[in-house]
């Protein structure tokens, strides 16, 4: 596999100048900051002057000394201080205002990512600032065995593609799959007149019966000692929220353990993009469409991991594509608890062939999708209730997400109107609950006996003569 | 003289006790249940069973008749021998995976308690639930006394695993008559059952085991290529083993008559059909009142006997064509009612049958014990009459309903 590395994003549009970032690196590293946040074309629009760590670095070429040099494991570039002869020719080199000189030492300063763990993106109180791990993450799971078939027909830029083909190479071999009818089968997971996609045992279920037919597999391996098998499905929302609920609540409830992933479309797209239970409010669908009398669906999307989380699941999250090192995180914990219980993953995925997205846009979506909190990424166990794995605050206008999404173009200022109470009452309602978290688990007293009534007799009627008193 | 071999006890119960026996000893590894009247004590028994350790099967409670076909589905695919009951709209909430059931060649054996289904609103015997569904492929065989039936459940599961037929099967008892009727029952010994079934093997032809990866059930048919030939070749497969199967649950009823005394008429039980020159068709439990009718015809000098269906699907053609060869007129009494045909739907095979036959042999369709009602000797002395006149040259009418004025 190629190199990627792990970088710091910044996000201009939350950035609102504080300087905090600034502040903190200077402190940390006891001189000058090694990233400038500089005001921008507009006012209070700013842009950020940091170190790239660059593929091809200008700065390690102009070097005479050979101070400055890419490291093939972090990908950082680093600055060698023994062997700098203080020429400052790196700092014309480098066009983005990397490196610079620490006026504190008179020598070249820049970027090292404090070792993998930024401290200016701690600080950052707007999420402006972003360390991403797609590189380590793309470094550890590359070389694992992808597990389906190459070329699955998924539409150009969907995400489930690579949903599947991540949660698989990281679960691997030892687990059986259900793909219940939808995109995910329909891309060629289960295969075709008798030829399979994939190199686990793989099926279709119904739509309606996925978690049902997951718990007989799971008991019974578990009654045969065969417990290190992960059960798991790759589901859409229709077979989830809508037809297939009953099972998925009822396997909740009796805490079956299953790994339940359901890809989020908000639709039945693979029969022609039809409104299904998480369709949220004013999309169009071709069974909502828009026209004199109908502008898109009228109701409002059912949040599906919230109910799970009501469930009392081992464990509940939602997570998105945009953010693939926090569905990594979820994704680890999950199946561990899958072992356990219940574990429910929810992961928003824009189709965008139903929802009207160009395809190079869609994880610009789903990023958008959360700054917006249109989408929030949190995960739910018993013991701590619900976390916010991702801040709420400092969102985005929910138009700056709906303004992307093809579904939405017909909407009236009223029908966003709408759409923004929902998702403020929303995230109102989730801060509620993640807010209180749980208090201290009481000293253990173990509850009383139940005591048989005194002179009762305390053997149970007979079934037989329950039955004749009927 | 039939020697009871091999009993270990003698009880009095009812029929769902006698079904749960049944499954008791066939040691399934998975049995899932939701309660359904007249179904309801049969999974008590069996949840009985399994809290007081008679039976080792994991019990799945779960939330409803479609989860309980379809978590014993998974069980099954992953390698384990699997049991459930249930009844009306029971059956009407499981459909989706009982029509699966077949085509993914499950050896499941569930039993059909059966009742008149909603609407009219009814919670009473009557075969309406069990009829519906006989085109899905699934086995069907009736029984007509509570021994019957914990015999028949073994016998099920030795005819549903056996390779060359690989489908499911139910067994089905009348509710209220059979499920609540009391009589005493022979329970053989659990070595007899152990030995009669042998080893389970249950998903050697489809399973979902990380040990074996395949794709179970991918998309067949399609407009033209390999697809639609491939479809054919598996729906001709179950065809083929519903055909296997007649010879295979005669086998199975002769071997377990030989290792417990008790013979069972596997596909058809002919009643006095020696010389008789006019037949009752009967089904389930009914018959019972049916044999006593027709010894007080036999008394009054009417040639009578009687054809009783026990296997039902597969339809065992040849024998009932040929067992009502030689009569000169048919009553058919059914329990269930086909709407397309204004007539029981048990008549509506028969008829199919005799198409066999180089004669035309006049038949008409009797219907009664629709919920819950009786069938009465006095109402098979009715058909008998009715059936006897047919004989004589009067014209059929279509149907007569037995309780319609009781």
């Given amino acids: 596999m190629g190199a990627a590395f792990d970088t710091i994003a910044f996000k201009a549009s939350l950035c609102d100048g504080c300087g905090d970032c600034m502040t903190t690196c200077a402190e940390v590293k006891q001189g000058a900051s090694r990233i400038d946040i500089v005001p921008g074309a507009t006012e209070n629009a700013f842009e950020l002057a940091i170190c790239r760590q660059c593929g091809d670095p200008k700065c390690a070429m102009v070097c005479p000394s050979g101070a400055l040099a890419k490291d093939g494991g972090s990908g950082v570039i680093g600055w060698d201080s023994d062997k700098c002869v203080d020429c400052l020719l790196c700092t014309a080199g480098c066009a983005f205002g990397g490196i610079a000189v620490d006026p504190s030492v008179a020598r070249v300063a820049k970027c090292d990512q404090c070792g993998g763990d930024p401290a200016c993106v701690k600080s950052c109180p707007t999420g402006a600032l972003e360390f991403r791990k797609a590189g380590s993450l793309y470094r550890e799971y590359g070389d694992k065995e992808d597990l389906f078939v190459p070329g699955l027909s998924g539409c150009l830029g969907c995400n489930s593609e690579l949903i599947m083909r991540h949660a698989m190479r990281k679960i691997g071999r030892n687990a059986v799959l259900a793909t219940p009818p939808g995109c995910i089968p329909g891309m060629g997971s289960v295969g075709y007149n008798g030829k399979t996609g994939t190199k686990v045992p793989v099926f279709h279920p119904l739509l309606t019966n996925t978690a049902s037919m997951l718990a007989g597999i799971r008991r019974y391996y578990d009654k045969i000692g065969r417990k290190d098998i992960v059960v798991m499905a790759l589901a859409g929302d229709g077979g989830t929220a809508d037809c297939g609920f009953h099972a998925v609540s009822g396997a909740a409830e009796r805490g079956e353990k299953i790994l339940y992933i359901c890809v989020d479309n908000e639709g039945y797209m693979n029969t022609g993009m039809q409104r299904s239970g998480t369709t949220p409010y004013g999309s169009w669908t071709s069974t909502t469409p828009v026209g004199e009398h109908m502008k898109g669906k009228t109701q409002d999307a059912k949040n599906l991991p919230m109910i799970m989380a009501a469930h009392k699941c081992r464990y509940v999250a939602t997570a998105s594509t945009g953010y693939m090192e926090d569905l990594y995180d979820k994704l680890d914990r999950a199946i561990e608890a899958s072992f356990e219980g219940f574990a429910y993953l929810h992961i928003y995925s824009p189709c965008p062939t139903g929802w009207r997205i160009p395809s190079n846009k869609v994880i610009d979506a789903c990023r958008m999708s959360v700054e917006t909190n249109f989408v929030t990424l949190w995960e739910y166990t018993p013991a701590t209730g619900i976390r916010f794995t991702r801040s709420p605050d400092n969102a985005l206008p929910i138009t700056a997400y709906v303004k992307m999404i093809g579904k939405y173009r017909h909407l009236s200022q009223e029908q966003l109107d709408h759409i923004q109470a929902k998702v403020d009452e929303q995230v109102a309602l989730l801060r509620i609950m993640a807010a209180e978290s749980p208090p201290p688990p009481p000293a253990h007293r173990p509850p009383a006996p139940l005591s048989a009534p005194a002179g009762s007799d305390s053997s149970q009627p007979s079934l037989r003569r329950e039955i004749s008193r009927n | ?406």
Avoid at chain 2, 14 to 37: F, H, K, Q
Avoid at chain 2, 151 to 179: C, F, Q, R, W
Wanted: glycine share 8%.
């Fill in chain 2, 1 to 406: 003289m039939n020697k009871i071999l091999h009993t270990a006890k003698t009880i009095v119960c009812d029929g769902n006790e006698a079904a749960a026996w049944g499954a008791c000893l066939s040691r399934p590894d998975m049995v899932a249940v939701y309660p359904i009247t007249p179904q309801s004590s049969l999974v008590e028994y069996l949840a009985k069973f399994i809290a007081e350790g008679k039976m080792s099967a994991d019990l799945m409670d779960v939330e409803g008749e479609h989860s309980v076909l379809s978590v014993l589905h998974g069980a099954c695919l992953a390698g384990a021998r699997t049991y459930s009951a249930t009844s009306a709209q029971g059956l009407a909430y499981m459909f989706e995976p009982y029509f699966r059931t077949p085509g993914l060649r499950l050896p499941m054996v569930v039993s059909l308690v059966t009742r008149d289904a909603v609407s009219p609103t009814c919670v009473w015997g009557g075969q309406q639930d069990a009829m519906t569904v006989k085109e899905v492929g699934w086995i069907h065989m009736y029984c007509e006394t509570q021994q019957e039936i914990l015999d028949t459940i073994p016998i099920a599961y030795k005819v549903a695993e056996h390779p060359d037929v690989m489908l499911p099967v139910n067994v089905n008892h009348d509710g209220n008559y059979l499920s609540y009727g009391v009589a005493r029952v022979e329970l053989p010994d659990q070595a007899v059952v152990d030995s009669f079934l042998g080893e389970k093997n249950v998903n050697w032809h489809a399973c979902l085991d990380p040990e074996r990866p395949m794709a179970v059930d991918p998309l067949t048919g399609g407009a033209g290529g390999v697809g639609p030939a491939t479809f054919v070749r598996y729906r001709k497969g179950q065809c083929s083993g519903m055909q296997t199967a007649l010879q295979v649950i005669e086998d199975a009823h002769a071997d377990w008559g030989k290792r417990t005394g008790r013979h069972w008429s596997p596909l058809i039980e002919e009643y006095r059909m020696d010389d008789a020159e006019v037949a009752l068709v009967t089904i389930g439990s009914m018959t019972g009142a049916a044999k006593d009718a027709v010894d007080e015809a036999r008394l009054d000098g009417h040639k009578v006997g009687i054809v009783k269906i026990k296997t039902f699907r597969p339809f065992p053609i040849q024998r009932i064509a040929k067992a009502l060869s030689k009569v000169r007129a048919i009553g058919v009494v059914d329990r269930a009612v086909n709407f397309g045909w204004n007539c029981g739907p048990v008549f509506q095979e028969v008829l199919g049958a005799l198409y066999h036959l180089p004669v035309r042999i006049p038949a008409m369709s009797f219907i009664g014990g629709l919920a819950g009602a009786d069938i009465t000797v006095e109402h098979f002395t009715q058909a008998i009459d009715r059936t006897n006149r047919l004989a004589a040259g009067e014209m059929a009418t279509l149907p007569v309903w037995l309780n319609e004025n009781d």
